[in-house]
């Protein structure tokens, strides 16, 4: 087949109705590089997103970070229907992309579950980056993306609570708020404030607002947050271990949650479960995104 050299993802077209110019392609597909990893994030991200709008069914708080502590959904609860119609929509959507590969690649149709249809797509991500139909294709989950996020994680805000304040004798809580959809006035989407200064997210002592980090920070504030110290301090003690959410280390780090999936399950980082959820071992999400930093320098 032939293949243009502009790229035909969501992104680069997104982005040239905006008036930025289209990405060429890249290892013989329709994508440029970005794109690629970008569908490629999004399918990893969806089966996720499927599980989190099953917990909102459920009855769980919408991208609560805490364990309910009472059993059983609560009497009267309102049915979610957005969680409800995304989640159908990522079967039926998934679904209909696995079909088009299986029927014409001569495979036999994976099982109608997000988790199934999304491992099939991604082996064959390749095949389908060269697809005709690839533009649509990518553009179709992009959306499921967002809609599957904003069903799980609806709350306009919340917080990521981080652990103690390693400030001596500081008896406060530490803790990164959240907004969903929007950043903090003057905070670009790298976490810059329009000074050119770090900024970013700030994470904050609930004892003594002087005690404040940039999100930026986090490496070096978790670090000392382990020896029971403050940044530049010299009073060690026993290390605690902290575990975060998918979304709670796209946060920190700045990073696409498709890309937190993909890291988690490529670098094996610890995980355990709590009331549904996955949480990962900060100390393995820490040191995989040094060793990036260190890479790119």
Known sequence: MTVSALCHGEGCRSGNAGGRPRRRTAGGGRLCRPCREHL????????????????????????????????????????????????????????????L??????????????????????????????????????????????????????DPARTIRLGGCPEPGCPGALALPVRAGKRAAGTSAVGTSAAGTPAGPAIVCDADPRHRWTSEQWSRLSEAMDSGRAPGAAAPAPATERWLTAADIAQLWHTPTGTVYRLASEQ??????????????????????????????
């Open 40 to 99: 490629d994030a999004g399918l990893a991200e969806l089966a996720h997103l499927y599980e989190e709008c099953g917990r909102v069914l459920g009855g769980a708080s919408p991208g609560s970070l805490r364990e309910r502590t009472t059993g059983g959904a609560l009497s009267g609860l309102p049915f979610n229907g957005a969680a409800a119609d995304v989640r159908a929509r990522m079967v039926s959507v998934l679904g209909s992309w696995s079909g």
């Open 268 to 297: 094996r980082w610890r995980r355990q479960g709590r009331a549904g959820r996955t949480y990962y071992h900060e100390g393995d999400v820490r040191a995989c995104f040094e060793r990036r930093a260190a890479a790119r320098t």
């Open 101 to 154: 590969v299986a029927q014409q690649r001569g495979f036999a149709p994976p099982p109608r579950t997000v988790a199934d249809l999304t491992a099939f797509l991604l082996r064959n991500a390749d095949w389908l980056a060269a697809h005709p139909a690839v533009g649509e294709a990518s553009e179709e989950i992009a959306r499921l993306v967002r809609a599957g996020r904003r069903a799980a994680f609806p």
